[in-house]
């Protein structure tokens, strides 16, 4: 089952501007991640918040979340046409028990295309 | 250090055939997932091992899907028979540990495997 819905699904912007992705989810949460996958590659992981933290910061990347709404956004500055990928939100999930045992659930992801 | 390490990169098949795909994850690391990745989706979880034991596999078809770890390192995913519907990207991740509220792990991924049954 997705969890995570991704919006918007598609995103095409110019080389040095912004680009927002927003991530909506179901249930009780430990953290939330997003990864990065570039055309016929592997997925990369660039960035986890836990449920505890609203804000966080990685170089270009900044990552909300807020729990009370259960959603997320992952903001790039200054794109480039490297940032060119599918970007996925992925949830591990709290268990009835209160734990995880990190299992991810990831979102149909958004196509950012930056043009140079 | 090295990465996640999958074979083959690519595999054609006829509906019916039979298919196995090989992981080894990244040394050390007790936790490996196998997902599944159709085409404009996100990843699906098949299966999740704790070193050589299964934690999760709700997701996984039983009735044509199997995976193990026996060594709890390397680990193998099959499908017997492939249906049309099995085409996808199969991705194979490890982490370095999983359990508990408060334990935050990054998955890392292999290239994975294209599987594409004709």
């Known amino acids: 089952s997705q969890q995570g819905e991704e919006d918007p699904q598609a995103l095409s912007i110019q080389e040095g501007e912004n680009a927002t992705m927003n991530c909506s989810y179901k249930?009780?949460?430990?953290?939330l991640q997003w990864y990065r996958q570039n055309s016929g590659r592997g997925l990369v992981h660039l960035i986890l918040?836990?449920?505890?933290?609203r804000e966080k910061h990685s170089g270009r990347l900044r990552v909300t979340l807020d729990t009370s709404k259960k959603s997320s956004s992952l903001l790039i500055t200054a794109s480039r046409a490297a940032d060119t990928a599918s970007y996925f939100c992925?949830?591990?999930?709290?268990?009835?028990?209160?734990?995880?045992?990190?299992?991810?659930?990831f979102g149909q992801g958004t196509i950012l295309t930056v043009h140079p | 250090e090295a990465g996640v390490a999958q074979s083959p990169r690519y595999k054609i098949i006829e509906k019916r055939q039979s298919v196995a795909f090989w992981c080894n994850p990244i040394?050390?690391?007790?936790?490996l997932y196998w997902y599944q990745q159709i085409l404009g989706q996100g990843p699906k979880l098949l299966i999740q091992?704790?070193?050589?034991?299964?934690?999760?596999d709700s997701q996984l078809p039983k009735d044509r899907f199997s995976a193990e770890r026996l060594k709890g390192v390397d680990s193998t995913l099959k499908i017997q028979p492939a249906k049309l519907e099995d085409s996808a990207v199969y991705l194979c991740?490890?982490?370095?540990?999983?359990f508990g509220r408060g334990v935050y792990n990054e998955q890392f991924f292999g290239p994975g495997t294209r599987l594409t049954v004709l």
């Open positions: 991740a490890s982490s370095l540990r999983t």
């Open positions: 249930t009780s949460i430990n953290n």
């Open positions: 918040i836990r449920s505890n933290e």
């Open positions: 992925a949830t591990d999930e709290l268990n009835a028990g209160g734990t995880s045992y990190g299992k991810l659930t």
């Open positions: 040394s050390g690391h007790a936790t």
């Open positions: 091992f704790q070193n050589n034991g299964v934690v999760d």
